[in-house]
């Protein structure tokens, strides 16, 4: 079965500061990934994708994203922290029929100034 | 509208009643999902539809759990006799063939 590991519940961070989102996935085949980010009372914003291709994937607000197919990894990086990326981000996998999306659970970030 | 669209924002019902949430999907949007987020977690799949095709449901917790979506655009999730448990938000997205999902700023049910 599908499943999608964000090890981190929350991470705090100072403004400026680089940052990594850990998330591991469990898939048979090779899955559609993606980022997305949650701000309170609000829906998901996609960040990135990965569907095929270059494993270094590039998205908005200055986020990136590497596939690792060996590590089962789909990591998210922002070199320099701003205060308004404080919010709640989701890792997610789709099948290749490309309708049922399992999320993690999500990691809450925090940003000290 | 530009985006997806939720209605209500907020739903407060008393246990045993029956609710019905909406959502607008963006014109031309084939392809429609439910989801259900309860507080601290990640969205959990409930159902998809390929226009008026519902082509997996099998998300949906119980059968006191309806969705539809009769011309392939506008779709209702349907509670009925809600429970407790049933309290959470309840987001919409959509997306055309092969692209991500657009997601609508969400139902937040509350069941007193």
């Known amino acids: 079965a599908q499943s999608v590991t964000q090890p981190d519940i929350h991470i705090t961070v100072s403004e400026g500061a680089s940052l990594e989102l850990r998330c591991n996935y469990s898939?048979?085949?090779?899955?559609?990934l993606f980022w997305y980010v949650q701000s309170p009372g609000q829906g998901l914003q996609l960040l990135l994708k990965?569907?095929?291709?270059?494993?270094l994937v590039q998205g908005i607000k200055g986020f990136e994203a590497e596939f690792k197919r060996s590590q089962s990894s789909f990591n998210l990086r922002k070199p320099s922290v701003h205060w308004s990326d404080a919010a709640e981000y989701f890792c997610?996998?789709?099948?290749?029929?490309?309708?049922?999306?399992?999320f993690g659970a999500g990691t809450r970030l925090f940003v000290k100034a | 509208g530009a985006g997806v669209s939720q209605s209500p924002r907020y739903k407060v019902a008393k246990r045993g009643q029956d609710v019905a949430l909406r959502c607008d999907p963006i014109?031309?949007?084939?392809?429609l999902f439910w989801y259900q987020q309860a507080l601290g977690q990640g969205p959990e799949f409930l159902t998809y539809?390929?226009?008026?095709?519902?082509?997996?449901k099998s998300g949906l917790p119980s059968d006191r759990f309806f969705a539809e979506r009769p011309e392939g655009s506008v779709s209702t999730l349907k509670i009925q006799r809600t429970q407790q448990e049933d309290s959470a938000v309840y987001l919409c997205?959509?997306?055309?063939?092969?692209?991500?999902?657009?997601f609508g700023d969400g139902t937040r049910l509350s069941i007193l």
């Open positions: 997205a959509s997306s055309s063939s092969g692209q991500p999902q657009h």
């Open positions: 898939y048979g085949a090779t899955p559609y």
């Open positions: 990965y569907f095929s291709g270059d494993t």
């Open positions: 997610a996998v789709t099948n290749t029929g490309g309708f049922k999306t399992i």
């Open positions: 014109s031309g949007h084939v392809s």
């Open positions: 539809f390929q226009n008026e095709a519902q082509l997996d």
